[in-house]
């Protein structure tokens, strides 16, 4: 074969090579302007067909969070962030900045009188040095209550090569990862830029009843008196979830708003709004298989068909980025004494019972951490590191606080 014949063939397949990785992005970049446009006219058959043919798809569960590991579009399979209280908050004066982190000045549940004894324990400093190898630069829980959150990573050295090479301390980097994604949520988004003052506030107007979602073109009622049990539904269409649980940060539906500071502010004072939120979480833990047994502790206990919900739950893990949002939405949106009881839930249902285990390091790395109030989440974490097995591969505080809480096990006789 001459040379000219090889070049010539050569440059056919580099052509088409370049054709087609050029023009597939192109397509698919105007499929999406055309679906949105047909969503925004009265195309409605059209809208439908296409909607359906990408919402209803089935997720296999073969991911692991990518909401942080893909920068906190992790969670978020279309189901917003895998996924960053109680009712109604009364007065203006308490709603200035509803979704900071809380250091202790909350009211006392009945779940925390229960556990007085820890939350006193919990609330007094720990000698956490951040040459401890399992010593987190996002993770403020063992500050003390008048540190600020830290949002600028400090440089590490060979101490991050020494402690990854340990068989022990292999989650260490995935919880680090999802560590900043949590702290930066608690922290309120340092550094995010204010949206501006706006008459338009699609998620208040969602849960007034004034207007619908979209893509789905479902009234916050409809969700209620029509989607609660059918299950197929809260599985497969991806594009509700920001909806019914909005956050300050973007999802992946691009027809979901976030939050505004202003929005949520007239959402704490609206008891309207607030009571649809709460039936909300209600629809969702009916799908998860879990009830709410006290609206005003947040207490929670297994459905009568949670095995079925739960083998849904433990096979389609992007409803662990869901139970994330839904965490971060009860901080930011007044029920924050409802994170507790949830992660408590989860904690006993995955370590000590052992079910849910491909849920299980959503719990330790997401769900824990979406706690705002830094006493429930020391408490947490010490319930989880004495349930964890094996226990010396438990990376989620530093060993210091690790050795406080063994010695501690080994009088008491856990």
């Not at 849960?207 to 299950?231: E, M, Q, S, T």
């Not at 939050?259 to 998860?288: C, G, P, R, V, W």
């Not at 959503?362 to 706690?371: D, K």
Request: with cysteine; proline share 4%.
């Amino acid at each position: 074969m001459s040379r000219s014949l090889v070049l010539c063939r050569l440059g056919t397949l580099a052509v088409c090579a370049m054709i087609w990785f050029g023009l597939f992005p192109f397509l698919q970049r105007w499929f999406f302007f055309f679906l949105r446009f047909f969503s925004l006219t009265n195309y409605r058959p059209i809208d439908g067909l296409l909607r359906w043919a990408i919402s209803w798809r089935e997720d296999h569960g073969s991911r692991e969070e990518t909401e942080v590991e893909e920068g906190h579009r992790e969670e978020e399979e279309l189901d917003g962030e895998v996924c960053r209280n109680y009712r109604p908050i009364e007065g203006p004066s308490r709603l200035a900045i509803p979704w900071r982190e809380d250091h202790g000045s909350r009211e006392v549940t009945e779940v925390e009188e229960s556990h007085r004894e820890e939350e006193e324990l919990d609330g007094e400093v720990y000698p956490v040095n951040p040459s401890d190898d399992l010593h987190c630069d996002y993770d403020s829980t063992w500050e003390t209550d008048q540190s600020p959150e830290r949002s600028v990573k400090r440089t590490r050295t060979t101490r991050t090569t020494r402690r990854t090479s340990l068989s022990g301390y292999r989650h260490f980097s995935t919880f680090q990862r999802a560590a900043r994604d949590m702290q930066n949520y608690r922290n309120d988004y340092p550094g995010q830029l204010c949206i501006q003052s706006s008459n338009d506030k699609p998620n208040l107007d969602f849960y007034l009843g004034k207007r619908p979602c979209v893509p789905d073109d479902v009234y916050i009622n409809d969700f209620h008196n029509k989607w609660k049990g059918d299950y197929d539904k809260l599985e497969f269409v991806h594009t509700f979830i920001q909806w019914l649980f909005p956050l300050r940060e973007p999802g992946m539906n691009s027809w979901a708003s976030t939050l505004t500071k202003e929005e949520i502010q007239e959402f704490l004072a609206s008891s309207i709004a607030m009571e649809n939120l709460l039936k909300s979480y209600k629809l969702m833990l009916d799908f998860y298989g879990i009830k709410l047994c006290d609206e005003k502790t947040g207490k929670v206990e297994k459905a009568s068909n949670w095995e079925d919900r739960f083998n849904n739950l433990n096979s389609h893990t992007h409803n662990s980025l869901r139970i994330t949002r839904i965490l971060k939405c009860l901080g930011t949106l007044g029920y924050r004494h409802y994170q507790c009881p949830l992660v408590q839930f989860f904690l006993n249902e995955t370590l000590v019972y052992g079910h849910l285990p491909n849920v299980k390091h959503s719990v330790l790395n997401y769900f824990l951490f979406a706690v705002l109030n830094k006493r429930q989440r020391r408490k947490l974490l010490k319930f989880a590191y004495l349930n964890y097995n094996p226990n010396d591969e438990f990376v989620w505080c530093p060993l210091s606080v690790q050795k406080v809480w063994s010695e501690q096990a080994r009088q008491t006789g856990f």
